[in-house]
């Protein structure tokens, strides 16, 4: 079955500062990946999504993920923290079974920005 | 229209009762989805629709029944439900299930508590 494993529940940025938040993949083929984002008390919104297009996906809100197969990781990444990026992160991943899919969502990464 | 509504927002609710939640979009997918998310976890599938009918069930209990009326609506029945149901209640829909770019869009929850 295919899944995601996500590095560290919470991360904590100062503003300004680079923002890694870790996602590896367990996929006997071609995944297709997606990064959530969750503000409190809110419904999951899409950042950006791995489709085999490109390798480095960019995203809204200035974040970007690179895959890569060699790792088997897809990490998102933001060159500089703003107050308003705090919020809970889900990697997720898309199993097909027939006609079916669902996504599999790794256990979430809350990021936390301080001044 | 690029949004999936969700009515109520908050719901309270006895052990003996039964209510209603909906979900609705205007988007013309023809999937749609149905998540469970406990505190500080990842959503969980519990439902996925297409083409209005049920292809996915995660062995969730029988004191949810969801039904979809049409391509659009998607309402979860709930009945007898027990205090750890309390959760926030997620609706997603998408264009269609076996897409391999598809992405999910999801609404904004519905907080249920059961006493």
């Known amino acids: 079955a295919q899944s995601v494993t996500q590095l560290g529940s919470h991360v904590s940025v100062s503003e300004g500062a680079l923002v890694l938040l870790r996602c590896n993949y367990s996929s006997s083929v071609p995944p297709y990946l997606f990064w959530y984002v969750q503000y409190p008390n809110q419904g999951l919104q899409l950042l950006l999504k791995?489709?085999?297009?490109?390798?480095l996906v960019k995203g809204i809100n200035g974040f970007e993920a690179e895959f890569k197969k060699s790792e088997t990781s897809f990490h998102l990444t933001k060159p500089s923290a703003h107050m308003s990026d705090a919020a809970e992160y889900f990697c997720a991943v898309r199993t097909d079974t027939g006609t079916a899919s669902k996504l599999t969502f790794g256990t979430g990464t809350r990021l936390q920005v301080t001044l | 229209d690029t949004e999936v509504t969700q009515t109520p927002k908050h719901l309270v609710m006895g052990m003996t009762n039964k209510k209603s939640l909906k979900c609705e979009q205007h988007m013309g997918h023809r999937a749609m989805y149905w998540y469970k998310q406990k505190a500080k976890k990842p959503p969980e599938l519990m439902f996925v629709y297409s083409y209005e009918k049920l292809s996915i069930n995660e062995s969730v209990p029988s004191r949810f029944s969801p039904e979809c009326p049409n391509s659009s609506l998607l309402n979860l029945h709930l009945h007898a439900l027990q205090p750890e149901d309390s959760a926030l209640y997620l609706c997603?829909?998408?264009?269609?299930?076996?897409?391999?770019?598809?992405?999910?869009?999801f609404g904004p929850g519905t907080r249920l508590t059961v006493l």
């Open positions: 791995y489709t085999s297009a490109a390798t």
């Open positions: 997603a829909s998408s264009q269609r299930e076996s897409s391999s770019y598809n992405e999910q869009f």
